[in-house]
């Protein structure tokens, strides 16, 4: 059973702070790794992609990918309170496949 | 013009009824799926479809029954609604599916409400 282990939280932080978000995962096949954002009552969008181990930085964004610990995170610099939202982690294993697996979601709160 | 497109936004009804729930895609993308999302905000993956062809049928009642006419369009029909189908249906769409740089593009979702 592939599994994608997120803290519920929530997360609260203030405004300008970075925001720390975690991820685990049980299936060491999983190759590829994404973080998306879903606003309350909307639909989930794509924020992050990440494949290799190491940093992928895109603006304010930080995903950190550690295969070994199995271990994906998503930094969030110099956070906005439109940045307050549930951040869903995905994983997706090996080549062919069409199943993305999430996790059940971190809930941040930035504080004003 | 909205990507994925699904209809109705809310859904009330009654037990035991049957209802369906459509979703179009003007993307091109050859690959779409059904997700359900509960009310702890799980998205778990019910059906895709690559091509017109099912791929993915997680543990689904076969209540559930979806239906691709073509590559742009999955319906999904459920029979004798019960009240744990309560829940958030997202209608999703990706360009080829499988590969490493796998972005769904979401529907607004369909909120369901079994009386």
């Known amino acids: 059973q592939k599994e994608v282990e997120q803290n519920s939280g929530p997360l609260s932080v203030p405004e300008g702070a970075i925001a720390s978000l975690n991820c685990t995962y049980s299936?060491?096949?999983?190759?590829?790794f994404f973080w998306y954002r879903q606003y309350s009552g909307k639909s989930p969008e794509l924020i992050m992609s990440?494949?290799?181990?190491g940093d992928k930085e895109d603006g304010r964004f930080t995903a950190q990918l550690n295969k070994a610990s199995q271990y994906v995170s998503l930094l969030i610099r110099d956070s906005q309170p439109s940045d307050s939202a549930t951040y869903l982690c995905a994983t997706l294993s090996g080549a062919g496949s069409y199943q993305l697996t999430f996790g059940k979601g971190t809930k941040l709160s930035v504080i004003p | 013009d909205t990507a994925v497109s699904q209809t109705p936004k809310y859904l009330v009804t009654q037990m035991g009824n049957d209802k369906s729930i459509k979703c179009e895609q003007n993307l091109g993308h050859d690959t779409m799926y059904w997700y359900k999302q509960d009310s702890k905000k799980f998205l778990k993956i019910m059906f895709s479809y690559n091509n017109k062809e099912l791929i993915i049928n997680e543990t689904v009642p076969n209540r559930f029954s979806p239906k691709s006419p073509d590559k742009a369009h999955l319906n999904l029909h459920i029979n004798s609604l019960e009240l744990g189908d309560s829940a958030v249906y997202f209608c999703?769409?990706?360009?080829?599916?499988?590969?490493?740089?796998?972005?769904?593009?979401f529907g607004s979702g369909t909120q369901l409400s079994v009386l």
């Open positions: 299936d060491r096949g999983s190759q590829s």
């Open positions: 999703a769409s990706s360009q080829a599916g499988g590969g490493s740089n796998e972005k769904l593009f």
């Open positions: 990440i494949y290799s181990n």
